[in-house]
Each structure stands twice: as structure tokens, then as C-alpha cells.
């Protein structure tokens, strides 16, 4: 007779999840045993740590838009998962942990590990997962999946954890009385949409027709909602300024005149000038986050702000918006594009495409750079010569975050750039590129990551080694922390502590990785990049491509700045967070509500 391991595997299969991330164990076998009787449907992607298992999973939702799934096993597989449960939670990612647990009945003996293992899984899941379960019987399963489908899925979506306990999972299923039923519309995220009211769309049209220099920032969401074809049109509409947060990149290609890319403190110098300028933003799918908003900086209280999120707790978190379109991405922007007749913005468009020339002409002088340590804006440019527009290119978090947006643009709409910004945490490129080559098998993935980050996961390249994926990973390495260790040196003069390497240590990455079974290149000079990277591109599996970097090299326009001129050791400082009262919008823009 099968047994309910089966019943979750079809569950799975039948809710169209092809991949499985994650580690087993023994609480966990059925579920491995049933997924081995459905390879049909499904694949299990065996990964070397559960915290990467999630990050895996990340990347397959990010790509597809279904729920990311991944399976750890009771306590010590059960507490490697918050960081990439807490990244999907920020970041409105679905996902579905799958998580095993001590038979039922022994709720007493989980204290203190006496039962091997044990802790209360349910208290601390609930803690960083939009929800947790704890499956009471067999009976109760089917629905409780169900639920977890429609609940990561739904608005805004997020990970939930199903804990089946082992008794439960090792039993057997009798699929004459536990029928399996599959909640369709929760294969994807969002499961059901909202539309903002008539009146508010009319009034943001009124307001967008006022504007003379209107803009946009697109965050997550507009690819969270699959909006991107009108993202795109609305952009063309609008005719003014489009920006997006680092997860919203891909909105629209950077390549258009109006895109001024990655509003952020380390994105692009075009889009942290042009926003000021503005005196319409619209935040599209964008949660006005610390660093979108430049540490809340934006908007300015001159600005007329309309938001555009389906969730309600966005319209006025950080500033009060002058028009709130509360719904659904998708829905919002077809019927702006309904009502919104081509909006024609002749001078700002020229100011666009001066101050863009701005930053592409700071950036030729970086990218022309012979230094040695190489400058990485020239290794950048590089890559960026051999960067298709289909490739996915999964950025590690610090540095790496700002030399990606910078010099490698979205030349093509869609989701092709992955940034765990959720919590920014260090280690989410090399697995997240093992979940993403599962995911669109025969794409390129490209990954960027400082030594750092890099060092979080080196043992998962064996697994890109082994499922035989065509990753190229590029090492920026700085020999330092260097985020920490330059704020240490500009704000606090004297703290050392983020050193990674020192005489006795220099961690070569590139041979690490050659010991592991990738192709592994070590590149100290500029001129030795371009030939390297072609080799890595050409190699049939996995490399890592390992570049000596200068240390004090920085894509932060303000720590920039601060090197330059020196003594500014003032720590920055968050600006006002709520602006209610002291709005300035002009009367022409500033419309009561009819
Ligand atoms: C998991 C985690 N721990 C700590 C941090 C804090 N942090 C932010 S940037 C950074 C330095 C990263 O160094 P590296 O990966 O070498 O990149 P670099 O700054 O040199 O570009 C640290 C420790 C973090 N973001 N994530």
C-alpha cells in the first residue's frame, strides 16, 4: 500500500511543483520515497545545507512564480532554514517548507533534545513564516496542503511551513478514504487578484496628466504580479523618468531612453539624481524600503506620490501617498493604460538622457581603468560584453549588489536578475543559481560575489558539480569584508575586524574550486579577464572565475564621495521616515479627492 509520502509527492505533482530542494532525513524518508515513484513530474535536487535548500527554492519561485519548495528534516534541518524563509517572507516570495517532526505523541519528550532532536518547531516557525502547521493527523493532511498552497500563493505571497510528523509521513495511505484535491488557481502566486476602485484610477490619471516631470520606480512586485508587458506599456505612456529597486530591475530594458536603472545608494548615479527632479513618483509594487528610498530621503516632500500595491499596509508606511491605488499591480496598471491617453514630455526626456550621459561618462573612466588589483568596474565591463539577454545573472548580497546593477543593464523585460534583498543576507548566490539552473535548464546563470559571500557556501559547488550545471561564478575577491571594513575605516577610523585574509591565510578560491571538480581560473591582471571569462563560458559545467580586486573599491556613490573628500566621518542617518505633515506638494498637483 503507499504510504503518505506518496500522498504528498502527488499532492506536489499535481499542484505542477517540478523541482524539490532539500536534505533528508530519516523522519523525511517517505517523502523521498514517494517523490522517487514520481519522476515523472518531480525532481528532488539534493542540496548540501538546508539554508541553501531555500535559497534553491527561492530562485524557482522568483523564475516561475509557483510556490519554492523545500524539505529539511526535524531540529538541526529545521533551524538552518529562517535565513532563506525570512528573505521570502521580506520579499514576498511563495514557498512551502516542508519540514519533519517527532511522532505525534511524543509532544512531552521534544524538550531539551531528550527525544533526539526535538524542539518546538511550530512556535518557532510561526515566528519568520507568513504560516506554520503542525499536521494533527492523516486525515487533516489534504486540506492542510491545500491551505498551504492557497496561503503562500495568495497576496502577498510569502513561506509557509507544513510540519509532518513521522509517524503521520510513515503511514499508510488509503486512497479510497484520503482523497487528494488541488486547489488550481494556488499552482501560482498571485492565486487572486484585486482591482483598485474606478475613482482612483481616474484621479492617478488626472494627476499623472498634470505632472511635467513624472516618474516612476518599479519594485518586486511588478514582477511578484507578473506585470511586466504592462509595466513596459505604462512606461511608454507615461513618457517621463522609470527607475526600479534592485528586485525590480527587469520592469522594463534598461536600454530605453527613459530607464535610468537601480534606484538605490549603490545603483545608478542617473537614477539617485533624476528622481529629485521629479515632481510626480509613482511607486509601483515598491515598499519605499530603506535603500529604494534612499534611507528614506524619497520622496521629497515637494512630490506627488501615487502607490500602487495590493497590499493595504503599503499605502502610507513612509510617506503619505497624494492618490492610493490599492490592488493589484497587473489590474492597476491595465486600467491606467485604459484610461491614460500618451503623455508627451519632450524637455525631461532630454534631461533623462543628459544626466544618463553623466554617469556613463564616470563609468568609462572606472571601466578603462589598468589598475592592479584590477579595478572591478573593468572586470564588470567585461562580463558584461559576454552577458546574454536570456542569461540569469544571481547577485550575492554587499558589493556585488552595485557592480551588477551598474554595469550589467536588463536589456530585456522580464525577471533575469535575482537579489536576495529581502534581507540582503551574504550567501544567496551560489545556491540560488543551483535552484535557478534547475529551474530553466540549458540557460546560462551567471553569479557575482565577493569573497565574503562567496566563502558562505563554497561546499554547494559541488553541487552544481554534480547535477552538471552550466554556472559561471565570478569571485570579486577583496581579500576583506569589504562593506564592513571600508564603513569601519570611514566612520570609525580604527576597528579592523573584517579582514579575511592575512599572511598566514589567502584563500585561493579558484583552486578550491578546481579541487571540487569545476573549472577553477585565478585572474590578477585586467587583460587576462576577457580570456578568462571565454573560457568559462565555453566550459561545459560549472567554473569559478576568481578576480583579484582592489580593496578599497566601492560602487556606494556616498562612500565614494566620503574617500574623495575625506574627514565626513558623520554616520549616515535614516531621513524623516513619516512624511504626513510636512507636505509641500503645489496645488496643481496636490488634487483633492473628488
Ligand atoms: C549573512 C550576513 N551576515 C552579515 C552581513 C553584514 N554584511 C554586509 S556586507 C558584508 C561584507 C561582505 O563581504 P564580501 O562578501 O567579501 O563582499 P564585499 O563587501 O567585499 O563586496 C557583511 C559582513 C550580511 N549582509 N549577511
Known amino acids: 500500500m503507499p504510504h503518505i509520502g506518496d500522498l504528498v509527492a502527488e499532492m506536489l505533482a499535481q499542484y505542477g511543483v517540478e523541482l524539490v530542494f532539500g536534505m533528508p532525513g530519516g523522519q523525511t524518508t517517505a517523502l523521498h520515497d514517494g517523490i522517487s515513484r514520481r519522476t515523472d513530474r518531480i525532481r528532488h535536487v539534493l542540496m548540501r545545507d538546508e539554508r541553501n535548500a531555500a535559497y534553491a527554492a527561492d530562485a524557482y519561485a522568483r523564475l516561475t512564480g509557483k510556490p519554492g519548495v523545500c524539505d529539511v528534516t526535524v531540529g538541526p534541518g529545521a533551524n538552518l532554514l529562517p535565513a532563506g524563509f525570512l528573505e521570502a517572507l521580506n520579499a514576498s516570495i511563495p514557498m512551502i517548507g516542508i519540514v ?99 475613482s482612483a484610477v481616474d484621479q492617478a490619471a488626472d494627476l499623472i496628466r498634470s505632472a511635467r516631470r513624472p516618474a516612476i520606480v518599479y519594485g518586486g512586485g511588478v514582477h511578484g504580479a507578473d506585470a511586466v508587458t504592462e509595466a513596459v506599456s505604462f512606461a511608454d505612456r507615461l513618457g517621463g523618468l522609470v527607475v526600479t529597486s534592485l528586485t525590480g530591475r527587469g520592469s522594463v530594458p534598461e536600454t530605453l531612453p527613459y530607464a535610468a536603472g537601480a534606484l538605490n545608494p549603490l545603483g545608478s548615479y542617473a537614477a539617485i539624481e533624476l528622481i529629485k527632479e521629479a515632481d510626480l513618483v509613482i511607486w509601483c509594487g515598491s515598499k519605499a524600503s530603506q535603500n ?80 592592479i588589483p584590477v579595478n572591478p568596474p573593468r572586470a564588470m565591463a567585461e562580463l558584461a560584453k559576454r552577458v546574454e539577454p536570456d542569461d540569469i545573472v544571481v547577485s550575492d548580497a554587499s558589493f556585488s549588489a552595485g557592480w551588477i546593477a551598474n554595469y550589467l543593464p536588463a536589456r530585456k523585460a522580464g525577471r533575469h536578475f535575482l537579489y536576495a534583498r529581502g534581507q540582503g543576507g551574504l550567501g544567496y548566490s551560489t545556491p540560488a543559481a543551483i535552484g ?51 564603513w569601519q575605516e570611514i566612520f570609525f577610523k580604527n576597528v579592523q575586524s573584517a579582514m579575511l585574509e592575512n599572511q598566514s591565510c589567502q584563500p585561493n578560491f579558484a583552486q578550491a574550486a578546481s579541487g571540487l571538480g569545476l573549472l577553477g581560473i585565478y585572474v590578477e591582471k585586467p587583460d587576462e579577464i576577457g580570456a578568462a571569462l571565454d573560457r568559462a563560458f565555453a566550459h561545459d559545467g560549472p567554473s569559478v572565475v576568481e578576480i583579484r580586486i582592489d580593496d578599497l573599491a566601492t560602487p556606494i556613490h556616498s562612500f565614494k564621495r566620503r574617500m574623495r573628500e575625506g574627514s565626513d566621518t558623520a554616520r549616515p542617518r535614516p531621513g524623516t521616515v513619516y512624511k504626513l505633515r510636512e507636505w509641500k506638494v503645489s496645488a496643481d498637483l496636490r488634487k483633492e479627492p473628488k
Not at 540557460?443 to 559541488?462: C, H, K, M, N, P
Open 100 to 198: 519533519g517532526e517527532l511522532p505525534l505523541d511524543w509532544l512531552s519528550l521534544k524538550e531539551k533534545g531528550i527525544a533526539s532532536q526535538g524542539f518546538d518547531q511550530l512556535s518557532f516557525f510561526k515566528t519568520f513564516s507568513k504560516d506554520a502547521w503542525l499536521v494533527p493527523s492523516v486525515e487533516a493532511l489534504p486540506d492542510l496542503i491545500r491551505t498551504a498552497f492557497r496561503v503562500a500563493t495568495a497576496p502577498r505571497p510569502g513561506p509557509v511551513a507544513l510540519i509532518i510528523p513521522h509517524d503521520i509521513f510513515d503511514a499508510e495511505w488509503d486512497e479510497s478514504s484520503i482523497k487528494v484535491a488541488v486547489d488550481h488557481r494556488a499552482c501560482r502566486a498571485p492565486f487572486i487578484r484585486s482591482a483598485p476602485t474606478r
Open 436 to 486: 535557478a539552473a534547475a529551474t530553466r535548464p540549458g540557460t546560462r546563470i551567471i553569479t557575482v560575489a565577493g569573497d565574503g559571500g562567496f566563502s558562505y557556501t563554497i561546499g554547494e559547488l559541488a553541487t552544481q558539480v554534480q547535477n552538471n550545471q552550466k554556472i559561471v561564478n565570478i569571485v570579486l575577491n577583496n581579500g576583506r569584508l569589504g562593506w564592513i571594513q571600508l
Open 292 to 371: 529604494t528610498a534612499m534611507n528614506w530621503t524619497l520622496p521629497l516632500p515637494e512630490q506627488a506620490t501615487i502607490t500602487i500595491d495590493a497590499d493595504p499596509n503599503e499605502h502610507g508606511r513612509t510617506f503619505l501617498p497624494t492618490v492610493c491605488l490599492f490592488g493589484d499591480v497587473k489590474e492597476a496598471l491595465t486600467m491606467l493604460n485604459d484610461v491614460l491617453e500618451q503623455q508627451d514630455h519632450p524637455e525631461w526626456l532630454d534631461r533623462i538622457a543628459t544626466v544618463k550621459a553623466e554617469g556613463e561618462a564616470q563609468k568609462a573612466e572606472e571601466i578603462a581603468s589598468e589598475r
